[in-house]
């Protein structure tokens, strides 16, 4: 039986609107192309976004930054470029997967033809393409209405007291999107939002009286000394 999940639409309205206010609107994801994209989508995995920026500007500068040339290119110099990135010998390997993937069904313009539940299968078919890498692609690639989850999400929400903080991806992801509805710009400005309180506040040891949510959250309250 699937996991039932309930998360209010008042609730994260006012969590985007609040945050917003906060730290300013974030227009995700910082790319200059879509293929940028899905090469940050996989870099990402398992580091901050300033290791990726890093590596990013390495492909850039060698000029890799096409997907041929990604699958073409050495060994040595494609994880030499995305070294700031961490894991650099796996995702090397998982860029080039998703480089085949992704020229085998027309580029761009062959996997946007596609709907979005079976782009996102697709996605997960690749190795090294998990659920949050595939929903990152499909919101900010293909401007698709999903909601990514992420550590950072489960994190806030559960410290919120809104979720265990153990939920199944797939329930937590379809319960924010059946709260919301298709709404594809209030995915992409509240995962980015998410981000930005995750990393820089609402760490692994808070720093409470910093944020924007202290009034709401359960947190504070519970772990009072």
Not at 38 to 55: I, R
Not at 139 to 168: M, N, Q
Not at 188 to 202: F, P, R, S, W
Request: charged share 20%; aromatic share 8%; glycine share 6%.
């Amino acid at each position: 039986m699937a996991e039932q999940v309930e998360i209010h639409a008042e609730d994260l309205h006012w969590l985007l609107e609040t945050l917003v206010d906060n730290h300013g609107q974030q227009d995700w994801w910082p790319a200059e192309s879509f293929f940028e994209i899905l090469v940050g989508a996989v870099l990402t995995q398992n580091t901050a976004w300033s290791n990726v920026e890093k590596a990013i500007a390495n492909l850039r500068q060698a000029q890799l930054l096409d997907p041929e040339k990604i699958i073409a290119v050495s060994d040595d110099l494609l994880t030499a470029a995305i070294k700031p990135s961490g894991y650099f010998n796996i995702k090397a390997q998982r860029l080039r997967n998703l480089c085949q993937a992704y020229l085998q069904a027309g580029g761009y313009s062959g996997m946007a033809k596609q709907t979005t539940d079976d782009l996102r299968s697709q996605l997960l078919q690749i190795n090294g393409v998990g659920r949050e890498t595939a929903d990152d692609i499909l919101l900010y690639a293909f401007a698709r209405p999903v909601f990514v989850v992420d550590a950072y999400t489960r994190r806030i929400l559960s410290r919120l007291d809104w979720i265990s903080g153990e939920e199944h991806y797939e329930s937590l992801r379809r319960a924010v999107e059946f709260a919301i509805g298709p709404d594809r710009g209030f995915f992409n400005e509240l995962h980015a939002q998410i981000v930005m309180l995750g990393k820089d506040t609402c760490r692994p040891k808070p720093r409470c009286t910093q944020c924007p949510l202290i009034s709401s959250c359960a947190y504070p309250r519970q772990n009072a000394p």
